[in-house]
């Protein structure tokens, strides 16, 4: 996995800002029990608890119970690009996307990407 490069304290504030109602992300979330609900996106540490999918076991065992977070991936891309001006980000995120063969992997390597740039954000911040 690509390792990023370090970030500017300016950049660690605007990565870890709230976006207004026009700049935010919506996903949907989708389960066989509740149906699908759109939910919109704030921030990068919403994403975060946003982008999950249950593991194909938990599937099996909850079915209707089971919830997937579905959003465009290549949207996740343009936001991070264009809101949060960190192309860097974006494009190791699309690259590393790349070489996935389905959603939920897709969706790993987002957030484990995401993760790393807010651990940075937040060792600047402190």
Do not use: P
């Not at 975060?48 to 119970?65: A, C, I």
């Amino acid at each position: 996995m690509t390792k990023l490069s370090e970030i500017s304290i300016e950049q660690a504030q605007s990565f870890t800002k709230m976006v207004g109602y026009e700049d935010r992300m919506t996903g949907t979330t989708m389960s066989g029990s509740g149906g699908n609900k759109h939910v919109s996106i704030y921030s990068i540490k919403e994403m975060l608890k946003f982008l999950f999918v249950d593991s194909f076991d938990r599937l099996s065992q909850r079915g209707h119970g089971s919830t997937i977070s579905y959003l465009n991936l290549d949207e996740l891309i343009r936001w991070i690009a264009e809101v949060y001006e960190d192309k860097e980000l974006a494009d190791a995120i699309s690259e590393g996307m790349s070489n996935a063969d389905n959603y939920a992997a897709k969706i790993e390597i987002a957030g484990n990407l995401l993760k790393e740039r807010m651990q940075q954000c937040e060792e600047i911040l402190k």
